[in-house]
């Protein structure tokens, strides 16, 4: 097949978009926590995603993509992005790379969640590296590089496991290990600026257009529904979140933007496979689940700082579990259990299972292997100071 310039055009675009959400990781996280610590939240996001780009190249490709080991992990016959050429069937196998490298960037971004505030970043450096080589990489594989789970006919149209359900279970086990900062539950630690984070939101909700619809890997149909599926499903969470925390208090703009992302994080693996209308239900389920998974997590004392996983974990799991649900043949090929397919449900259900299980406990042993080595948080006078100074020597006035 020749290559499209059409279709390559088009993901280029999204590829760009989807580059985008990894600053605007930074900023809707840096936005949450105190003034003494933005400049590191954001800092981290773009560390995470110069690590990952060097890691995608020399070898998290080939882990993801190359040639299939029993059904875990890729060979490594693109090592170096050896045999990864300017040619490919529709666009450039390139083109794939990269466009799968800002996907990987963006979710390691994401699992600075469960340290924000108290994360040494030479360790940050270790772990992310070690993780994205360890979980994400397994996990893309299993999905779309010929893996156990897209064998078994498990549908992840753009990540709920692969992107969300292994960051978010990552910052839960994270935030186990490093323990909750200095002070929380005894003073305030509400977030410091807002329009930041309704700033990052705001670049999230765009450039996720380009995560899913890009998915799709062809400017068609497919693409188009996708991209207005994943805007309807956020919709529907900014509102169900928004009237969640309205019944309890006041109607807040961190909610609205936050049942946003739930909603997008639900749609994400569906988004090839169901229709407006199931999307509405999606999203909106999805806000008012992430919104008591936040109030659970906060019940229990645990300090998982940002809430990556009630929003990213538990909506990238109801979202994975959505799709054995609502999946619609006449969108993207399969029916889900509305249609009469018991059998896409329970796939969709193990698939959503295991992959939650291996990225929480093998992200546990790996924070705990960084920690024991050379230890994963900061001292208590550099949390104390904020890590803007500690780790970075800079402040700001913002």
């Known amino acids: ?65 190359g040639t299939d080991i029993g059904g875990f992990i890729g060979g490594l016959n693109f090592l170096g992005l050896q045999g990864v050429g300017l040619d490919g069937e529709g666009i450039p196998d390139m083109l794939f790379m990269v466009f799968q490298l800002v996907f990987a960037g963006v979710t390691l971004a994401i699992l600075t969640s469960g340290v924000a505030g108290r994360i040494k970043l030479s360790s940050f450096i270790v772990l992310g590296l070690l993780w994205t080589t360890l979980v994400y990489d397994p996990l893309a594989h299993w999905a779309w590089g010929g893996g156990w789970a897209g064998e078994l006919g498990a549908l992840d149209f753009a990540g709920g496991t692969v992107v969300h359900i292994s960051s978010g279970f990552g910052a839960l086990a994270l935030a186990m290990v490093i323990g909750n900062r200095a002070g929380f539950g005894k003073y305030s630690m509400e977030a410091e600026n807002i329009s930041t984070t309704l700033l990052g939101g705001a670049l999230l909700w765009f450039g996720w257009f380009g995560f899913n619809a890009g998915s799709a890997l062809a400017a068609d149909g497919l693409a188009v529904n996708a991209l207005v599926v994943t805007n309807i499903s956020a919709a529907a969470g900014a509102i169900t979140w928004m009237l969640a925390a309205w019944i309890k208090g006041k109607p807040s703009s961190l909610g609205m933007i936050s049942g946003a992302v739930a909603g997008l994080v639900a749609i994400t693996p569906a988004s090839g496979f169901v229709g407006p209308m199931s999307a509405i239900l999606i999203g909106g389920f999805a806000g008012v689940l992430c919104f008591s998974a936040l109030l659970f997590r906060e019940r229990r004392g645990l300090d998982e700082s940002l809430d990556a996983w009630a929003v990213h974990g538990m909506g990238g799991f109801w979202g994975a579990i959505a799709t054995g649900i609502f999946a619609s043949a006449a969108i993207g090929g399969v029916d889900g259990l509305i249609y009469g397919n018991v059998n896409q449900f329970l796939i969709q259900v193990l698939d959503a299972s295991v992959a939650m299980i291996y990225a929480f406990v093998v992200t546990f042993i790996l924070a705990k292997i960084v920690d024991k080595v050379m230890g994963l948080r900061v001292t208590e006078e550099e949390e104390y100071v904020g890590l803007d100074i500690s780790q970075h020597g800079e402040s700001t006035t913002a």
């Open 1 to 65: 097949m020749a290559l499209d310039t059409g279709d390559t055009a088009f993901i280029i675009i999204c590829t760009a978009l989807v580059m985008l959400m990894t600053p605007g990781v930074g900023l809707f996280y840096g936005g949450m926590v105190r003034k003494k610590n933005i400049i590191s939240m954001i800092a981290m996001s773009f560390i995470a995603f110069a690590i990952v780009s060097i890691q995608w190249v020399l070898f998290g490709y080939s882990l993801s993509f």
